[in-house]
């Protein structure tokens, strides 16, 4: 059975992240690969559970440390009980979001420390981590525009400030720069359809695609 890769999109809200794994996982498919849609936080019944609780919950505050920890506890439901069958099965994972976005929201945006995310990533992750991440990356200005323009009831994270957003920002970026071979910048201030081309060309570029 050949070996499914795992591959994970990552950037700020309104950079067009879910559309284009949806479109990567249709090139994939199309050329006849097995692939595993699924996002963070959530991906399973009970990670979806935890993914409402920390989106939406607004009955007390939230502290940093939990909203950390949820975002764990979701992440190691999902990685053992999903994310690891699939490439049991063969499959490539395509992931919205996975780790990095804990390293830039609650790392960057929040100010927890890397050491701490590293230390529960070891427990929730193992030695599971992307081979390939797709960031998508776009002025915060010109991203939270488009989330505006969606028009949904904002969640937690969405009713952050442009300053929390250009702190995010800054993480993937400095991530991008200290991970050059697995993590490739998108430039998502383009159209849909070039952007989805710009990611194509990286997918070929991996062998992925012929
Ligand atoms: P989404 O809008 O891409 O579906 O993601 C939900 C929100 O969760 C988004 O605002 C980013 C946030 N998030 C974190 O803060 N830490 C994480 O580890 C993950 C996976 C998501």
């Excluded at 193992?126 to 915060?140: N, S």
């Excluded at 250009?166 to 849909?192: F, Q």
């Amino acid at each position: 059975m050949s070996l499914g890769q795992f591959i994970s999109f990552e950037g700020i809200e309104g950079v067009g992240k879910s559309t284009q794994v949806r479109e990567a996982a249709k090139r994939l498919t199309a050329s006849g690969q097995r692939v595993l849609m699924t996002r963070e936080p959530g991906g399973t019944p009970l990670a979806e559970r935890i993914r409402g609780l920390v989106l939406h919950e607004r009955s007390e505050p939230l502290p940093a440390s939990a909203e950390l920890c949820l975002m764990f506890a979701a992440r190691a439901v999902h990685t053992d009980n999903l994310i690891r069958a699939a490439f049991a099965r063969g499959e490539h994972v395509l992931c919205d979001r996975y780790l990095d976005a804990t390293f830039a929201y609650q790392g960057g945006g929040r100010g927890v420390p890397d050491k701490d995310i590293a230390a529960l990533a070891r427990l929730a992750c193992g030695d599971l981590a992307p081979d390939l991440t797709i960031l998508l990356d776009a002025p915060v200005d010109i991203a939270l525009q488009r989330m505006a323009q969606r028009g949904e009831l904002a969640d937690r994270f969405e009713q952050e400030t442009t300053v929390f957003f250009e702190r995010v920002r800054a993480k993937y970026l400095a991530l991008a720069e200290a991970h050059p071979k697995r993590m490739v910048r998108v430039d998502a201030s383009a159209g849909v359809t070039a952007v989805s081309a710009a990611v194509e060309q990286v997918l070929r570029a991996r062998g992925l695609l012929r």
